[in-house]
Each structure stands twice: as structure tokens, then as C-alpha cells.
């Protein structure tokens, strides 16, 4: 019974002083870097016959960003960055469309990188019902 105790005691006293040490308690975080996502713009690429009074709105990481500004997103290397737009046709019953594009920031070139999401809106009633406008939304990013 002694042996069987001291083999327990000695496994113990070995797994606490590895789960105890500095080398096992340092936790290792994956490098991370800064980059700065601008939205350039959204502009209409078609319409046939869904509409002329548009609101959009655009996201980057979470963010709502306005047209011409900027974010900073911090994005490990193995990390993506989300982008995002919204159309909507203001109307009596207004049409909608939204999509989202996830890069990988592996896919960013050192001098930067244009990507650009496209938003379909389709009509959804009267005689163009069905018929479609297409925006496209163009996002820069660039590692700081």
C-alpha cells in the first residue's frame, strides 16, 4: 500500500509542477497586425426599372463606415476581415439587398488590395417585379 502511495504522491507532485512552471502558464497569442479598411464607395452598376431614391450602408469588421473614410481592424495572420453592404430602394414597399465578403488578410498584397462586393436589390412587386439593380460597394485594404 506504501508504494502504491508514493507512486500516486509522485505523480502528483510531477503534473503539478508541470502545470505549475513558467514555460506551461505562458500563454502563446498569435502575432497580430494593424490594417486600415477604406470604404471608397458604392455606386449603382445597373437598374432596370427598380427604382431612383436609394439609402445604403456599409460595414467593415462589425463597423458601421461612411463612404470615403476609414477603420483600423486588428487581424491575426491567419485572420479575415469582413466586409459589408446594404442597399435599400426607398419606396412605399422598399426592396433590399445586403451581402458580405470575407478576406483572408493572407490574400493582401503589401501595397495593398481593392475588393469589392457586389449588392443585388430585386423589385418586388408591380409590372418590374423581379427585375434587378445591381451596386457594388469597393473596399481598400492596406497592412499598416
Known sequence: ?????????????????????SSASTPVYASSSA????????????NDHVGNEWAIAAKVA???IDEGKSVNVNVDSKGSIKLYGYV???DKI???GENTKVVNVSSISSKGSTFKVRVTVT????RYSGNEAIWEFTYKIKKQ
Open 88 to 90: 435599400i430602394e426607398e
Open 123 to 126: 423589385e418586388n412587386r408591380g
Open 62 to 64: 462589425g463597423k458601421a
Open 1 to 21: 500500500m506504501n508504494k502504491v502511495w508514493s507512486k500516486a504522491s509522485a505523480i502528483l507532485l510531477l503534473g503539478s509542477a508541470i502545470l505549475f512552471s
Open 35 to 46: 490594417y486600415t479598411v477604406t470604404f471608397q464607395e458604392a455606386r449603382m452598376v445597373s
Open 94 to 96: 422598399p426592396d433590399e
